[in-house]
């Protein structure tokens, strides 16, 4: 029965390197920040008016309403392909990055 347990803990220390520790440890930290904020930011406004314009009119309309529109873009794509608002869509995408981030800073910080 020990040697199960044992097992078990030698692979989960193998998978579980500092940048997979880091990443899931973002996710958390993410949920969190968003289950408890109450509503957007200036900027996340101007990010979901900028993918609903690009889901209506198209990329020059989005591109006149903010001249950097690719994450707003993005966030229009992922809210068509998978159903999700576009507010949600956001939060998805900046939770992914971020946490993507923060792997590929410890990995160079343990390259280092």
Not at 29 to 34: E, G, K, L, M, R
Not at 37 to 48: A, E, I, T, W
Not at 65 to 93: D, N
Not at 103 to 109: E, F, P, R, T, W
Request: charged share 10%; with cysteine; aromatic share 12%.
């Amino acid at each position: 029965m020990l040697s199960s347990y044992s097992s078990l803990f030698n692979r989960f220390t193998v998978w579980a390197t500092p940048a997979r520790v880091a990443f899931i440890a973002s996710l958390a930290i993410s949920w969190i920040a968003i289950s408890t904020s109450g509503s957007l930011n200036k900027d996340g406004m101007l990010y979901v008016d900028t993918a609903r314009v690009f889901l209506d009119e198209g990329f020059n309309a989005a591109r006149m309403t903010f001249s950097w529109p690719f994450l707003p873009i993005l966030m229009g794509l992922v809210s068509k392909l998978t159903g999700l608002g576009l507010e949600t869509s956001g939060h998805l995408l900046n939770t992914l990055f971020f946490a993507g981030a923060c792997g590929l800073m410890v990995n160079c910080a343990k390259r280092m």
